[in-house]
């Protein structure tokens, strides 16, 4: 009787196929990684948007907008709406004090005729800054609401105001690469403008 032999692996061909594996495993793993912080930076960049959303209906409906809690944060519970942020913590929001609803008791028309101009209460106006790209886009914002990113630290020009105290931010059309990822919305005083005319008020806000 022949006997039958199962030929097996040799240590060189496991050798061989373990290389491969983990060759695979690290050109896989980057791009997963990837994918899945793309994923989260586009959640983060809809949640922003969103909290910009409610703070316009919030005016709308109570005749002004809500301060910032301590720190800048933004007033998540008072406006119904989660906006914790996907990399953790809270968004940050910065509004010139002349369209908050403490100032405008209330009253959408009141909001509608707050003059385009510093706070108030004597801090410069909240400024929306596009010097890097195009400086004639730079101009006062009634407020902004933005989220410091995966690295969780405000970046840029983004420092809330008591930090820097200069309540200058960066604009959202700035790009974002290695060293800077946060996400910005401003809403513009032309932008009050175009609501308020939406509801049959006149404001002072110039109109693009």
């Not at 409906?61 to 913590?89: C, H, I, M």
């Not at 369209?99 to 008791?105: E, L």
Request: glycine share 10%; aromatic share 10%; with cysteine.
């Amino acid at each position: 009787m022949t006997e039958k032999h199962t030929k097996g692996f040799t240590l060189i061909e496991l050798a061989v196929v373990l290389l491969i594996i983990g060759f695979l495993i690290n050109l896989i793993l980057p791009m997963a990684r990837n994918l899945m912080n793309m994923g989260k930076q586009s959640g983060e960049k809809l949640l922003v948007q969103q909290a910009k959303v409610s703070l316009m209906n919030y005016a709308k409906r109570f005749g002004g907008f809500p301060e910032p809690l301590p720190g800048n944060k933004f007033p998540a519970q008072l406006l119904g709406y989660d906006a914790t942020s996907v990399f953790g913590g809270s968004l940050f929001y910065d509004i010139n004090s002349a369209y908050t609803i403490t100032t405008t008791g209330g009253n959408f028309e009141n909001l509608c005729k707050a003059p385009i101009t510093d706070s108030p209460a004597g801090l410069p106006g909240v400024w929306s800054d596009n010097s890097y790209s195009n400086p004639s886009l730079s101009g006062p914002a009634i407020f902004v609401v933005f989220s410091a990113g995966a690295d969780r630290v405000a970046s840029g020009q983004n420092t809330p105001v008591g930090t820097a105290g200069d309540r200058r931010y960066e604009n959202s059309a700035k790009t974002q690469d290695t060293q800077y990822d946060d996400i910005v919305e401003n809403y513009s005083p032309s932008n009050l403008c175009q609501l308020c005319m939406q509801t049959g008020f006149a404001c002072h806000a110039p109109v693009p």
